[in-house]
């Protein structure tokens, strides 16, 4: 008979700072920040990693982890990578980037550090909007999409189309894995956890370049409750941005929801 004792005590990951985080009510970030604290625990690996903050939200990633971190400018996180990677090849890097750091003033770094099969691991948030400075339309903002920038709704003659970033990285040669995930639910955090851990470990086993990009809500710039903008995301961002394993690699599917 089990007991109370032999049960799996849920703990705090070891990796992840005791701190409180600046990050708003019903944001995913924090649950985003714990996944990867729990893996960099599980691969035993905290002192070998070294995490590449953004300009956006997660400007603070270093008051979170207790790991080497690096701040880079806006939009260089890849380059920045690639130069702690390249010189010092035994430790494991990670960038963490959102959309607006990523896919807007970050483009070229990303696509090239993909491109060349960069061995760094890339986490991208994907909360359609430019978080931290006032929720300025993103090129992963959706048609129709109200911000501040684009207050009528985002409009594909004057603003473009949004950008589906993980189709566009799985076109390169280089990355080793892609996958979009989201974490809205129990079982989509399990995927998203196993997504990340598979991401870092290519870049551990050689393989090239590892990326995931994580769909977010952001309640307070879409003027909504966590509730509410959680339901936004799966009625509007899911049907655009779907949810899958893009490239894989030499191991099995990372679960049954990619």
């Known amino acids: 008979m089990s007991t109370q004792t032999d049960r799996p005590i849920y703990q705090r990951p070891k990796s992840l700072s005791l701190v409180r985080s600046n990050y708003c009510p019903g944001c995913h970030h924090g649950i985003i920040h714990r996944l990867l604290a729990e893996v960099i625990d599980e691969l035993g690996i905290r002192e070998q990693v070294v995490t590449i903050a953004p300009v956006g939200c997660a400007v603070l990633l270093y008051d979170y982890f207790e790991v080497d971190c690096v701040q880079s400018p806006h939009g260089r996180a890849p380059a920045v990578a690639t130069g702690?990677?390249?010189?010092?090849?035994?430790?494991?890097?990670?960038?963490?980037?959102?959309?607006?750091?990523?896919?807007a003033i970050g483009t070229a770094e990303i696509i090239h550090a993909a491109n060349r099969g960069e061995l760094i691991t890339t986490v991208f948030v994907n909360n359609t909007n430019f978080g931290m400075t006032g929720g300025q339309m993103a090129p992963t903002t959706l048609l129709g999409q109200k911000t501040e920038?684009?207050?009528?709704?985002?409009?594909?003659?004057?603003?473009?189309?949004?950008?589906?970033?993980?189709?566009?990285?799985?076109s390169l040669t280089g990355p080793?894995?892609?996958?979009?995930?989201?974490?809205f639910d129990p079982p989509h955090v399990m995927a998203a956890r196993k997504a990340i851990k598979r991401a870092i470990q290519v870049q551990r086993e050689g393989l090239g370049?590892?990326?995931?990009?994580?769909?977010?809500t952001c309640p307070t710039n879409w003027g909504l409750t966590p509730v509410e903008a959680t339901q936004w995301l799966k009625e509007n961002m899911l049907p655009?941005?779907?949810?899958?394993?893009?490239?894989?690699?030499?191991?099995?599917?990372?679960?049954?929801l990619l």
């Open 84 to 103: 702690i990677k390249r010189s010092r090849p035994e430790l494991t890097v990670i960038t963490y980037q959102g959309d607006g750091d990523l896919a």
């Open 240 to 256: 655009y941005y779907p949810l899958g394993e893009f490239v894989g690699s030499k191991q099995p599917p990372v679960g049954s």
């Open 209 to 216: 370049f590892g990326f995931v990009e994580i769909l977010s």
């Open 176 to 183: 080793a894995f892609v996958a979009r995930v989201a974490v």
């Open 149 to 170: 920038t684009t207050p009528y709704g985002r409009d594909a003659k004057a603003n473009g189309f949004p950008i589906r970033v993980s189709e566009m990285i799985s």
